[in-house]
C-alpha cells in the first residue's frame, strides 16, 4: 500500500521542470520533450558504469561535450559534470545509493511520499511497488550551458547510456513518474502544463501507450482515471 497522507520532500528536489529530454533511446515512439532542473533516474541496479567508459562513449557520439569527475573515484564516483568543450557547465550528476539514513534513502522517501494522493491510482501503484526495489538514485540538474549549443543532447546522451545500461524508470518534481519505457504514468504536473507528451496507462495488467495533449481537459480527466483518452494517439505496436 502506498501512503495515505503527505509528507515533506526535499527541498533539493523542489525545482522547475520543463518537459523531458527528446530523443529517448527506449521509446520506438515519439519520446517527451526537455526540462529545466533536476531529472532523476531511479534504477533497480546497484552497478557503476565507471566514468571513463561513460566519457569515452559521450566522445564517440558528434558534439563537443565531456564528463569529467566532481567527487569520488573512475570506478565509484559519486558526482560528474558534463560540460561543452570550454568548460561551460552543462550539468551535474549525482549518484545516490539508497541505503540507510543515506540522502539516497531520504530522496526516495520523499518521492514515494509525494505519490499520496497521485492519479491514476494503478500508476501510483505501480511506482510504489517499483521505488520499494530502487537501489541507486542519478539526479540530473541542468546548469546554464544545457540551453547552449547542443547541451540538452549530451545531457539526453549520457541519461540514456545510463538508462539503457542499467533500466529504470525517470521522476520529475511538475512532471511526475514514467514507465520504464518513459511513458509518464503519474500526472504531477506545474500549474503551466501544456504541448503534448507521451503517457501509459495500465489495462489489464500491461501499459497502453498513447500521446494526449497534457492541456486538453477532457483528454486529462480520462487519463486521471486511468482510461486512455478519447482522441489520443495510440503508440504503435
Known sequence: MRPTSTRPVLTGLAAFFRPFVQAMNRLVTHPPKPAPGWLCLLTPSAQILPAS???????????????????????QWDELLLTHADWRGIARIERLA???????????YAMASSLAGARPAAGADWVWGYIAKVKTIYAFH???GA???????AIAAVRNMLWSS?????????????NESGCQIVWQPGAHAAGSTWMAVLEDGAWVHFEMALDDAVQREHFLRG???????????
Not at 542499467?166 to 514514467?178: E, N, P, R, S, V
Not at 482510461?227 to 505496436?237: H, I, M, Q
Open 98 to 108: 539508497v541505503a540507510d539514513d543515506t540522502p539516497g534513502a531520504r530522496a526516495l
Open 142 to 144: 541542468a546548469l546554464t
Open 53 to 75: 567508459e561513460l566519457a569515452a562513449r559521450l566522445a564517440a557520439r558528434a558534439g563537443s561535450a565531456r564528463l569529467c569527475i566532481e567527487a569520488g573515484k573512475d570506478a
Open 166 to 178: 542499467l533500466d529504470g524508470i525517470l521522476q520529475a518534481d511538475g512532471k511526475g513518474f514514467t
Open 147 to 153: 540551453d547552449e549549443g547542443d547541451g540538452w543532447e
Open 227 to 237: 482510461e486512455v483518452p478519447p482522441g489520443a494517439r495510440l503508440a504503435s505496436s
